[in-house]
């Protein structure tokens, strides 16, 4: 994305978020090959993400990302934050040197992650067990992932295309696509949220090539 389009990417994402539209689940039918969307893939994952009741934002640098961060995990009393992410942890300890990460994940109120990619078509953060663990994003009652703009692709072949290059030799065994938090329709077809995984899934999304 060009330096000069920061801020319209910004207004596009606030005017996208506003017309955003429930989950659907509409009776199973065969799909049309899809067309290309206009819009930027930042916009178009927020619109996405924001759809299956993911919680987005933009920040034009990691410097406003974190401080972002740092206010959301106060406002909402989450003390206990989990991260096995040693780019994360060395980019917030940069800035918050007095910020302590807890340890357990089985006993943390949110787990904060970086991902692989962001697809935009579906809305979906990609989570690897070499970058991510196998359970983080999965296991804690909140999930936060921390993402800059560059790892934003258009759809799932690119998001895997992305994986082989950065992994030639070795995949990962476990890839994971989330889209929000988790939901079942199974009990007597009503949709519950966070039954089987995270109950909140927040998306923070930097400009900056690298996150620290």
């Known amino acids: 994305m060009h330096s000069d389009s920061k801020q319209k990417v910004l207004q596009k994402i606030q005017q996208a978020l506003k017309t955003t539209v429930p989950v659907p689940f509409n009776k199973t039918e065969s799909s049309p090959i899809y ?8 916009v178009l994952f927020a619109k996405n993400f924001a759809a299956l009741s993911g919680k987005f934002a933009y920040f034009e640098n990691i410097s406003l990302l ?18 096995n992410d040693d780019g994360l942890i060395k980019a917030i ?27 935009a078509r579906t809305g979906s953060i990609v989570l690897s067990s070499i970058a991510n663990g196998r359970a983080a994003g999965v296991y804690a009652p909140i999930h936060i992932c921390i993402a800059h703009t560059s790892q934003v692709v258009s759809d799932i ?28 329709a199974d009990i007597e077809k009503t949709l519950v949220i966070g039954i089987h995984g995270p109950q909140e899934v927040y998306c923070l999304l930097a400009e900056d090539a690298e996150l620290n």
């Open 157 to 184: 072949s690119d998001a895997l295309k992305k994986l082989r290059e950065k992994y030639p030799l070795n995949m990962p065994s476990l890839i994971s696509f989330a889209s929000g938090p988790s939901r079942t």
């Open 93 to 119: 300890n940069s800035r918050y040197p007095e910020f302590i990460f807890h340890g357990d994940l089985a006993g943390c109120d949110v787990a904060l992650t970086g991902c692989e990619a962001l697809v």
């Open 35 to 42: 067309t290309v969307d206009a819009e930027d893939n930042d």
């Open 66 to 83: 974190l401080d972002a961060l740092m206010q959301l995990l106060r406002e909402h009393k989450m003390e206990k934050v989990f991260c």
